[in-house]
């Protein structure tokens, strides 16, 4: 199919907005997607036509919801290609799943263990780490990244050893938008015996990735990174490994049978689906995935990737702009500062003219400590972004320039 | 000069700018015109943790009256600081106190003052007058 970036604005409505007087211009997509009408309309119909909890009435409306729900998860497998339905977790949304994961290990990891995190993770890929390291005894250690914002790879080499236990890097650096090579990470990490978890938090609007073929152990992300909800996300495991974790959170729908004596969980997923989730959230996420994949990926990608080009070119014409994350693998995402001038500044003047970016550390401070600043402006594009768009962001940063310096 | 007259030349003064890039401007002028705080007392404690720019706050009393000098890395953030320091500067501790912040929506700034706005700015005005009430007791020592 031809792409058609008007047509595809009309299934979003926020984007009809006006802020400050302006049409809305929304390049915080790295922060959360806008969503279509379709996701927006499986959401009210669930909650309009067959609302009800899941997994154990045996009414008609329940048995409906079960199986919307359950279709879901059968289309995030596919989309991940991810080879059975149990292996596929639905949280709350990435941090969820992260610290889902890192529990489990404080049952497999001791004192003299090593695990491995990137230099340019978001903080929910950093803490439940360090938390996991305070309570194993275990040692957090750090791949370092470069100038250009990539990760050191002979760096990375030196730091496996048969300590390393666990390494987990992004796909994508949120707050600079570079690929890092999850292919050749994993296969190391395996050399050494480490299991691998990668967070695809950033990635997943961008990068349609299959989980099987890469080998990966654990995979996290969330739907509303993708067009879909907010407050629903998905853990993906090996089998092998989701059946040895223990339990996450204890309660309704994870267990096979209860006595004040004992209780015996409940197979995969539901072993770590405690409670009743969100429904409405995990059937519009099937939708979101659905839709984006009516686009397709590639040629999501190789529009947003001309946008990034030509976004890239028009910004580096004005003086004193530094683009931090230049590597030539990255997603439409550019990170950047004016000479002197604070990027909350900037943030505060191209929102006035409608323009929404994010400014700030990107909750990932280790990225800023290593530039030394204190942040950065963010324009993070969508497939649903325009060059039109890109043209009003630069009159903008031009203008917060000329007020600003 | 009182401080219900100093806010009310504040939001005449913001009443000839109609347009956001005026007020805007002139708020910049005002953070470029504030006077520099001694660089010794941009100190760790003197940091008004905001999320996304520092703001330093130093108080100190003068006859009787509480003298605010402040900072910040960022120059939107500098220039409500210079009004805040305008309004809240040389005047006595029970002042400060009691004085209400209704100005800020008047002038137009109000969204910067909002307190999930990630700037520093709604802590900086309690710190301020956490210092007013701190002076206040040791005066009444």
Known sequence: ?405 | MTITTIQEELIDEFSLFDDWMDKYEHLIELGKSLPLIDASLKTEERLIKGCQSKVWLHAEMTDGKVVFTADSDAIITKGIIAVLVRVFSNQLPETIINADTSFIDEIGLKEHLSPTRANGLVSMIKQMKLYAVAFQAQQKK
Request: glycine content about 8%; overall charge negative; hydrophobic content about 40%.
């Open chain 1, 1 to 405: 199919m031809s792409f058609d970036v008007q047509k595809i604005r009309e299934d979003f409505p926020i984007l009809k907005r006006k802020v400050n007087g302006h049409s809305l211009v929304y390049l915080d997509n790295a922060a959360t997607s806008q969503k279509p009408q379709a996701v927006i309309d499986c959401m009210v119909d669930y909650y309009s036509n067959y609302n009800a909890n899941i997994h154990r009435g045996v009414h008609t409306l329940s048995q409906e919801a079960t199986d919307a729900y359950e279709v879901a998860r059968k289309k995030i497998q596919n989309h991940f290609g991810i080879t059975h339905p149990e292996e596929v977790i639905f949280t709350s949304g990435t941090t969820h799943a992260i610290n889902l994961v890192a529990n489990g290990f404080s049952s497999f990891l001791k004192k003299g263990d090593e695990v491995l995190v990137s230099a340019m993770e978001h903080h929910s890929n950093i803490v439940p780490w360090q938390m996991l390291c305070e309570r194993t005894g275990a040692t957090l250690k750090v791949i370092p990244m470069n100038e250009t914002g990539e990760l050191v790879m002979e760096d990375f080499e030196k730091l496996l050893s048969e300590s390393t236990k666990l390494v987990f890097v992004n796909h994508v650096s949120n707050a600079l938008g570079t690929i890092n090579p999850i292919e050749e990470i994993i296969i190391k990490a395996h050399k050494v015996g480490a299991a691998v978890l990668i967070d695809g938090a950033q990635s997943c609007a961008h990068i349609k990735p299959n989980l099987n073929a890469l080998d990966v152990d654990f995979y996290v992300t969330s739907a509303h990174k993708m067009c879909g909800p907010t407050g629903v996300g998905m853990l993906y495991g090996k089998k092998e490994w989701l059946e040895k974790l223990p339990p996450y959170q204890g309660g309704g729908e994870m267990i096979k049978e209860v006595t004040f004596e004992k209780t015996t969980y409940a197979g995969l997923p539901h072993k770590f689906e405690a409670g009743t989730p969100n429904i409405a959230g995990g059937i519009a996420f099937g939708a979101a995935i659905d839709y984006l994949n009516e686009i397709g990926f590639k040629e999501i990608t190789a529009y947003e990737d001309g946008l990034l080009s030509y976004a890239t070119l028009e910004l580096l014409k004005i003086e004193g702009l530094k683009i931090y994350g230049t590597s030539k693998n990255k997603t439409s995402v550019i990170s950047f500062n004016l000479d002197g001038i604070h990027p909350y500044d900037v943030g505060t003047i191209v929102d006035k003219l409608g323009i929404a970016v994010r400014t700030g550390h990107h909750c990932a401070q280790p990225i800023m400590d290593y530039y030394k600043i204190p942040g950065t402006v963010r324009a993070s594009f969508s497939f649903y972004n325009t060059k039109e768009e890109v043209d009003k962001l630069v009159e903008a940063v031009k203008r917060a320039k000329m007020m600003l310096s």
